[in-house]
């Protein structure tokens, strides 16, 4: 299960990078970036939250199953292939609006997913109160596209 959580941690780490990056591109306008800087922000604080839950989760007793670490591995792949996309170019307010959307669906169906499987309620509302935090990013995002687009 450390081995799990710590790709988690990893997710949220780079898709903060992601948004941290994104809100560095020169097209934007400046409320949009600043909307990304507070996703970025909300990101750290999950890989934050799941480094805290690492210090007591240790061995299996604290789920239902043990984890299939290949769905998660392949999120980290795609985000990771993502950050070297957002480092290579810029990206309008459309693409940036779009990609956090994407991110944000994603991860919230990894985290709804994540919270059934835990035997240990602090993990499982955990893991319920960051996908809540997505549906939240992904609404502002909708609202950004709405505004900006």
Same mark, same amino acid.
């Given at each position: 299960? +450390? +081995?799990?959580?710590l790709l988690c941690v990893e997710i949220e780490e780079t898709v903060a990078r992601i948004y941290r990056q994104l809100a560095k591109s020169k097209n934007l306008p400046g409320e949009l970036k600043v909307i990304l800087q507070n996703l970025a922000d909300d990101e750290d604080d999950h890989a934050s939250q799941l480094r805290f839950a690492l210090?007591?989760? $240790?061995?299996?007793?604290?789920?239902q199953k043990t984890f299939d670490h290949a769905p998660i591995q392949t999120l980290l792949d795609r985000a +990771? #292939?993502?950050l070297d996309k957002t480092s290579q170019q810029d990206f309008d $307010?459309?693409?940036?609006?779009?990609?956090?959307?994407?991110?944000?669906? #994603?991860?919230?169906? $990894?985290?709804?997913?994540n919270s059934l499987n835990f035997k240990d309620e602090s993990l499982k509302k955990m893991f319920a109160a960051m996908a809540q935090d997505d549906r939240v990013h992904s609404q502002k995002l909708y609202d950004a596209k709405t505004r900006f687009l």
């Open positions: 299960m +450390k +081995k799990y959580l210090r007591f989760t $240790a061995g299996t007793s604290f789920t +990771k #292939d993502l $307010a459309r693409q940036a609006i779009a990609t956090g959307i994407e991110l944000e669906q #994603d991860f919230c169906q $990894a985290h709804v997913g």
